[in-house]
């Protein structure tokens, strides 16, 4: 699947791959070389886990790499009173009788344990580009759906944001 990225979001990535390139890969390498002068690789856990820590950064190299070969390079801007990324939401959640906040970010930030919620979720698709007082239908599935009202928007940014581990 192609990830929509914003250019910030891009420059993240870029920071973690030149992070793992310059500073962890040479600190894996070192590892293992160690753990390999110890002898007999046969019972040697060490080895074992330095070599694993390798290969977990080189992969984790490889998937952000093609992330962002294939990435689909999308706008954070939004107008000032409507629903966009990286602004955040305060919504009165009709069902529940509840105001929630909630910060609207890109697929590869979203975390719902702490209030990011992607575009592509049910609930940011449906309040995307919206204004306050706007009463929106939120379509968790084919057969559920709830309402909610968009009561304030603010303009956060995305400073501090991080890009989600996989």
């Known amino acids: ?10 420059q993240k990535i870029q920071e973690e791959i030149d992070h793992r390139k310059l500073v962890v890969r040479p600190e894996c390498i070192e590892a293992v ?39 689909i390079v999308i706008s954070d801007v939004s107008k000032e009173d409507e629903v966009g990324l990286n602004k955040t939401i305060t919504l009165y959640m009709e069902d ?27 609930l940011g698709r449906a309040i995307l580009r919206h204004k306050v007082g706007d009463r929106v239908e939120v379509k968790a ?7 909610v009202v968009i009561r304030k928007i603010e303009n956060t940014g995305d400073e501090g944001d991080t890009i989600r581990k996989f």
Not at 1 to 10: A, F, G, V, Y
Not at 43 to 63: C, D, L, P, T
Request: glycine content about 2%.
């Open 1 to 10: 699947m192609r990830e929509k990225l914003t250019k910030t979001d891009i």
């Open 33 to 71: 070389k160690e753990a390999r002068a110890q002898g007999d690789l046969s019972e040697n856990f060490e080895y074992y886990a330095a070599k694993k820590e390798k290969n977990q950064n080189e992969s984790r190299i490889r998937y952000l790499e093609n992330m962002l070969k294939n990435a």
């Open 96 to 122: 529940d009788d509840e105001e929630e906040v909630y910060k609207l970010v890109t697929s590869i930030r979203g975390n719902s344990m702490n209030n990011m919620i992607s575009t592509e979720s049910p």
């Open 141 to 147: 599935n084919e057969t559920y759906s709830y309402w």
